[in-house]
């Protein structure tokens, strides 16, 4: 059976492609659709259907753009009830892609409309399961994020409808099938996902814990236990994806306005827009637009906006590497950011040939920042995630998640010297750019962030200190 699957990794993301006899069909399309539409075009064949297994929550699906380019019908399954035009299946209802069938199997558990297709090829032998983000690689999906969505609806409910379909729905499937999950490790949608993008049935049903022997409380118990709250974002993605949203088309046309320095001085004076600048964190240490935000696009980029830019609609001007525009407009469309209304033309060299005021970021390595630890006890931020923070840190050091950095600024001297760093030097690199953009100047951040330090005979513990900094 012809089952491609087409992977993103900066949001761990798989949309599937399946064609046969002139026929194709996309599941969970990322909202750039051309993409889905030459890889049909290949193929000499007509996309029929757009299948969506839960109105997603981390991204902003294209299903509505292929519908309007190529005329494909859009499919959720039960209780997927969007306010636009889509076709509500039911569960087992069959649907016909040449020769193949497509099976709805019902999965409520990560959201209540959740649903797996069950893929059977054109000799009526059942060959996988896309399973969108009811059953992951060495994971389930997280049954906490529709809850911020409907009424009523709590995580502990959730849980036990995912138990079900677990169990009644999916573990009674072949091992032979072939799981296809809609993220892979990365993605916030879940706690343990491994690596690997796709494996069968039966192996996932020994080595995955979630499909392991257990009582359904002790089921709720191990899914709940461990997770951290989910990205902001997510509840105003999942609003676009049951509502709908702009046209990508009219999203990049607005925002591709190539602005050289003395209008992009103007627009940024004239409106309340974010500098976002993209830029790799070496780059934008020495130098950068005062005020401006750093999130680069080798990291993870998608992520990062949606947890710290909190209005999604928020007007922003982007400072990118040259022809690195419109990469950066569509991931910030991917997430819902629709509202980019200009770049910088030229990217930053135009900022300093117009001999224009820039900043910078002060920088150590690990090495220099071990001898220097030997004269001076140094205020220590660590910006990585609790668990890595718990898993090993420097002594004295102070845990602020980057995440939390926004509602814990009282918390960080304005008064003392200190020193930030993260695990590799991307996030620490966002945390000094917000950190400088709210006036703070007394600090330095280190390159190599924690896996430099790791190497220094710098005092580590995994030891949690209770201490605060003020």
């Known amino acids: 059976m012809k089952v491609e699957q087409i992977y993103t990794g900066c949001i761990a993301h798989a949309a599937y492609y399946i064609e046969n006899n002139g026929e194709a069909a996309i599941f969970d399309p990322l909202r750039e659709v051309q993409p889905y539409i030459d890889r049909a075009t290949k193929d000499n064949a007509k996309i029929k259907y757009v299948f969506e297994t839960h109105f997603h929550a981390d991204f902003v699906s294209g299903h509505l753009d292929l519908k309007a380019k190529t005329g494909a019908e859009i499919v959720f399954g039960p209780n997927g009830k969007p306010t636009y035009d889509a076709i509500t299946a039911t569960n087992g209802q069959i649907f016909e892609i040449g020769n193949y069938k497509i099976k709805v199997i019902h999965t409520p558990g990560h959201t209540m409309e959740s649903t797996t297709y069950l893929l059977i090829d054109e000799n009526g032998k059942e060959h996988g399961i896309i399973t969108g983000d009811t059953l992951f690689i060495g994971d389930v999906g997280r049954p906490d994020l529709a809850q911020n969505v409907i009424a009523d609806l709590t995580q502990d409910k959730l849980a036990r409808h995912l138990y079900h379909s677990l169990r009644e729905k999916i573990m009674p499937l072949s091992d032979e099938l072939i799981v296809y999950p809609n993220h892979g490790a990365g993605s916030a949608c879940g706690k343990n996902m491994s690596k690997e993008t796709t494996d069968t049935l039966g192996n996932q049903k020994k080595v995955n814990y979630a499909l392991q022997p257990m009582t359904e409380d002790e089921f709720v118990d191990a899914i709940l ?245 003020l």
């Not at 609003?239 to 050289?260: F, T, W």
């Not at 696009?297 to 990062?304: D, H, K, N, T, V």
């Not at 060299?349 to 001076?376: C, G, L, M, P």
């Open 225 to 469: 236990t461990g997770l951290t709250p989910p990205p902001g974002y997510f509840p105003k993605n999942v609003l676009m994806n049951i509502q709908g949203y702009e046209s990508l088309d009219d999203v990049k046309q607005r925002a591709y306005k190539a602005l050289n320095a003395e209008e992009f001085e103007a627009v940024a004076n004239e409106t309340s827009a974010l500098i976002l600048d993209t830029r790799k964190a070496s780059d934008f240490a020495n130098g950068f637009i005062p005020n401006s935000v750093n999130i680069g696009l080798e990291g993870s980029f998608a992520q990062w906006v949606g947890e710290l830019i909190i209005d999604i609609k928020q007007e922003i001007l982007l400072v990118t590497d040259e022809g690195k525009e419109d990469e950066a407009i569509t991931r910030l469309a991917r997430v819902g950011y629709d509202h980019a209304i200009g770049f910088l033309q030229g990217g930053f060299a135009t900022w300093v040939a117009s001999s224009k005021e820039i900043d910078t970021v002060s920088r150590i390595n690990a090495n220099d920042y071990e001898q220097q630890f030997h004269t001076q006890k140094d205020i220590i931020i660590d910006v990585r995630k609790k668990s890595e923070f718990d898993s090993e840190h420097l002594e004295h050091a102070i845990n602020i998640p980057l995440n939390q950095l926004n509602e814990r600024l009282a918390e960080i001297p304005n008064d003392k010297s200190f020193t930030i760093h993260c695990a590799g030097g991307y996030r620490s690199m966002i945390a000094a750019s917000m950190l400088k953009q709210r006036g703070y100047e007394n600090f330095v951040d280190v390159i190599e962030g924690f896996a430099g330090l790791a190497k220094t005979n710098v005092p580590k513990t995994n030891y949690v200190c209770p201490s605060t900094l």
